[in-house]
């Protein structure tokens, strides 16, 4: 009988423990790149973080773009242009690398731009 209640109890931890940790596990999988559009087309584009460092991305079909730059409200894939800032989120077991979101950003001066 001691057995019984045991091995209940050992099982009810066991999938506590998977509901409790699978989310947090998941969630550390994304990855964030931030840089200006290098190149866009309608299935990937590449980003530069102008470090040296240039990251191609394909598109995802529900692939969000949220835009906090406040200027021009841009929506969709197809509203991002060449130059734009951005962060990708992309998780990092996809090979190639997909953009889940991308979040549009204000433009940032170059170092050495005329104020």
Known sequence: MHKMIRR????GLAALAVFV???SAALAQYRE?????????DKKMIVDNRQGDKVTF??????????TSGE???K???DLKNDDWVTVKWKM???????YEVIVLPPKKEAGEDL
């Not at 209940?8 to 099982?11: G, I, K, Y």
């Not at 077991?93 to 953009?99: E, F, S, T």
């Open 8 to 11: 209940v109890a050992l099982a």
């Open 21 to 23: 940790l699978a989310p």
């Open 33 to 41: 790149f931030t840089g200006k559009i290098d190149k866009i087309n």
């Open 58 to 67: 394909d598109k995802v079909p529900d692939a969000k773009v949220d835009d």
């Open 72 to 74: 021009t409200k841009k």
């Open 76 to 78: 969709a894939w197809g």
């Open 93 to 99: 077991i996809d090979k190639p690398r997909k953009a």
